[in-house]
């Protein structure tokens, strides 16, 4: 995963996190700026990519974000014992998701739940990694722009929650 060498703690994980997601939010304005001049028979292959954009965004978060706090352990030995079994964040299904943030206990478990039952987040979610897997598996996506709006929604949410519960 992309700077998972450089993170030692919370707060390196914190900058990865931010430098992260302005390179999505970048990626996210020039999609935005360039739909209009893309022909309509183009647009779909313009959607998928920022669907698998910012599905894997979500994959580096959780990584990111669940490595700093590891490695934020005063335990080196606690630290190095449970990243030889986080080597890489799961395709953030919302049962992949839940599943790796209940392993942090019940607060932040029923913190994400009550997240994602809320605006019709978990659909989303699914959604969204189902338009990264057909895509990566040669399928086709239908999807349109407002549809991608409320995947980058979903993300900006995600985000939120993740520095807000697992990096203070």
């Known amino acids: 995963m992309s700077g998972s060498t450089r993170i030692e703690n919370i707060a390196d994980a914190r900058r990865e996190a931010t430098r992260l ?5 970048d990626t996210y304005k020039r999609y935005k700026t360039a739909l209009s001049g893309v022909p309509i028979d183009f647009q779909g292959d313009v959607h998928k990519y920022m669907c698998i954009r910012l599905s894997g965004y979500l ?3 959780f990584f990111v974000c669940v490595t700093g706090y ?3 352990s005063p335990s080196p030995r606690v630290a190095t014992f449970a990243l030889q079994h986080f080597r890489y964040a799961p395709n953030m299904s919302p049962g992949n998701l839940e ?3 209940e392993k942090f206990g019940d607060e932040w478990s029923a913190d994400l739940k009550l997240l994602l039952d809320d605006a019709g ?22 999807g349109s722009a407002p549809q991608v709006e409320t995947y980058k929604q979903l ?3 995600l985000h939120n929650w993740a520095l807000r519960s697992i990096l203070v």
């Open 21 to 25: 997601k302005q390179e999505l939010d």
């Open 99 to 101: 599943r790796l943030i």
């Open 155 to 157: 993300v900006e949410d």
């Open 70 to 72: 590891i490695k934020s």
């Open 59 to 61: 994959e580096q978060l």
């Open 121 to 142: 987040r978990r659909e989303s979610l699914g959604n969204l990694l189902s338009v990264r897997n057909t895509t990566a598996h040669g399928g086709n996506y239908k």
